[in-house]
């Protein structure tokens, strides 16, 4: 346990107080977590689902993982409607919230520092970016009233404007068909896909950082309390009973469904908010409450289950 969680604690107080001190200059985050994004994290995917190839014993921790999700998403989607009045885009963030999980800057370096590999994350980012992606983004736009020229088009082509998406397709592809890279180039993806899980638990910290007063000023804070209980705590708790008690899972594909429910709100939540003109107060405290739960929640998890 202290072997595999010691080091994400570490790496991502590092990056807190680089970000404290400013050592890394202004926009730091942005710098590091673009190269997380768009190199680093699509090597390691790549290494990782070539040398070790998705196995059937994904299929049913990922069925659910995603009933999970939809169930705990359609509780957050039901209280902002119904318990808060608001309105539908503010009502998709707060589903998103609820359900839609950090897959990529932390749940890899999770996966691959307490699983030993990346593969069943892998999937998780497959099933979030080509499905769940298109749903919310097409329900924003809905709420939005508006329609833009190439709408369906921008929503149709997501999963391909995505490098971390794209290496889990090559990945997959080529670790379906037994293909292994050249050992030159597969030298150059490793040292790369090395550098992602410092680099991004680096770049967390560097996150949980507020520069901006008003950033200090929490906003609606019992609809923040709500999504963090929802995502911390209600989604892994029900992903554990469909996966024990409706799949017969248990052992490592148990452990891995579980785990990889506990993750925290993922930061397209507050990323897709902003973009779509939808309050990013909300998701912003929602993402950094989640996130800073999660360390506990994933270390409770590991112990109950690794």
């Known amino acids: 346990?202290?072997?595999?969680?010691?080091?994400?604690?570490?790496?991502?107080?590092?990056?807190?107080?680089?970000?404290?001190?400013?050592?890394?200059?202004?926009?730091?985050?942005?710098?590091?977590?673009?190269?997380v994004f768009y190199v680093a994290m699509p090597a390691a995917l790549l290494d990782t689902l070539t040398r070790q190839p998705i196995t059937g014993l994904a299929g049913e921790g990922v069925a659910a993982f995603v009933g999970a999700t939809v169930l705990v998403g359609a509780v957050?989607?039901?209280?902002?409607?119904?318990?808060?009045?608001?309105?539908?885009?503010?009502?998709?963030?707060?589903?998103?919230a609820a359900g839609y999980v950090n897959a990529g800057n932390l749940g890899i370096p999770v996966a691959v520092q307490v699983l030993g590999d990346a593969s069943f994350i892998a999937v998780v980012l497959l099933i979030q970016t080509t499905i769940l992606t298109p749903v919310i983004l097409g329900t924003l736009d809905l709420a939005r009233q508006e329609l833009p020229k190439g709408r369906w088009r921008r929503l149709g082509t997501?999963?391909?404007?995505?490098?971390?998406?794209?290496?889990?397709?090559?990945?997959?592809?080529?670790?379906?068909?037994?293909?292994?890279?050249?050992?030159?180039?597969?030298?150059?993806?490793?040292?790369?896909g090395d550098a992602a899980v410092p680099s991004a638990l680096v770049a967390l910290g560097l996150s949980l950082v507020r520069t901006d007063a008003a950033d200090q000023v929490p906003a609606?804070?019992?609809?923040?309390?709500?999504?963090?209980?929802?995502?911390?705590?209600?989604?892994p708790v029900v992903c554990f009973?469909?996966?024990?008690?409706?799949?017969?899972?248990?052992?490592?594909?148990?452990?891995?469904?579980?785990?990889?429910?506990?993750?925290?709100?993922?930061?397209?939540?507050?990323?897709?908010?902003?973009?779509?003109?939808?309050?990013?107060?909300?998701?912003?405290?929602?993402?950094?409450?989640?996130?800073?739960?999660?360390?506990?929640?994933?270390?409770?998890?590991?112990?109950?289950l690794g």
Request: glycine share 12%; aromatic share 8%; with cysteine.
């Open 241 to 304: 009973l469909l996966a024990r008690f409706v799949f017969g899972l248990h052992g490592g594909a148990l452990f891995a469904a579980v785990l990889s429910s506990a993750l925290p709100t993922a930061q397209n939540t507050f990323v897709f908010a902003r973009a779509y003109g939808v309050d990013g107060r909300f998701p912003r405290d929602a993402v950094v409450a989640s996130t800073a739960v999660s360390m506990v929640t994933l270390t409770v998890v590991a112990a109950l």
């Open 76 to 96: 957050g989607f039901g209280a902002a409607r119904w318990v808060f009045r608001r309105p539908l885009g503010e009502q998709t963030i707060a589903a998103m």
């Open 1 to 35: 346990m202290l072997a595999a969680f010691v080091p994400i604690w570490a790496l991502t107080l590092v990056g807190y107080v680089a970000g404290r001190t400013g050592v890394l200059g202004f926009g730091a985050v942005d710098v590091l977590g673009r190269f």
């Open 220 to 235: 609606r804070p019992v609809e923040v309390a709500l999504s963090v209980l929802l995502k911390s705590c209600v989604q």
């Open 158 to 192: 997501v999963p391909l404007r995505s490098p971390v998406m794209l290496a889990c397709l090559a990945g997959v592809g080529l670790g379906a068909a037994g293909i292994h890279l050249p050992p030159l180039l597969a030298g150059v993806v490793a040292l790369l």
